[in-house]
């Protein structure tokens, strides 16, 4: 299988779930990132364990406090990983970071929680990309590839098939109202970023890891974190210009809007 060989890579939302999961097959591929920027809300806490057992066994890996629903913390970040990079770019960006409230149907969801998800889930990764813009157009300028890739520069916005508008019936029986559309708004923002910043050589994908067993997906789920992470690092490598601007599952089959 091919493996994604982008030598810079910064995910959101790393110290569980299928952020964490990301970082550790990241780091077992045969050419790891010379560079994994894992980043959480809080690096130091209890729930970021395994992630700092990870760090202190590779050097490669570097934990960066980061809640992306604070703008003052993703300029920090930046200011951080612009000072690892030494002068290099940024090739990837992962914008795992998620909430989910599971019993928001139209009946009970409030604006509280439709602001604070959408906040989270659509808000959160533009201003990710507006904030890294510099150093993923850095990292397409560096790069000799031709066309767009994961490996020169990309954003990837992990989504979810309950943000299609179009596949919404099959699966209404679960109405997550804001989580719905903070997805749905998740997904314009994936085809707007294409649009924009596919001139300065960035790939811009949506990827729907499947149902998946983690705190937000239950014990319930379909695919074991395992399972979907490999599917979506076997999607990475495959992904170029024509797939700019649309949503994937983690088997690189496309869903409608
Ligand atoms: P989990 O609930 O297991 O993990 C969510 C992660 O996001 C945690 O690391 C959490 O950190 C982090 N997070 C939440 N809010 C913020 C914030 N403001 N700033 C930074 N980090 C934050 O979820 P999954 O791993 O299952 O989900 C990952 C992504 O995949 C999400 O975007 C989700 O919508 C998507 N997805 C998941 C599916 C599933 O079945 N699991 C299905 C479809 C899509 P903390 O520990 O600090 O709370």
Redesign the pocket.
Known sequence: MAAVRARAVLL????????LELVKQLLGTPRPPAWIFAT???PEGP?AQELRDLASKHPNLVLVK????NPSAITDAVKIVEGKLNGAGLNLLIN?????TPTASLETVDSEDMIRTYK??AV?PMLMAQAFLPLLKKAARESTEKGLSCNKAAIIN???I?GSIEKTPESFFKPVISYRCS?AALNMLTKCQALTYGEAGILCVAL?????K????SQE?DLTVDTSVRGLLSVLPILSEKHSGTLLNWEGKAIPW
């Open positions: 959101t939302g790393s110290n569980r779930g299928i952020g959480c809300r809080d729930r980061l809640d992306v629903a795992n970071a998620g909430i989910y989270t889930n959160g992990i989504s979810t309950m997805k729907h890891p499947g149902w998946v983690t705190d937000m997906g789920a």
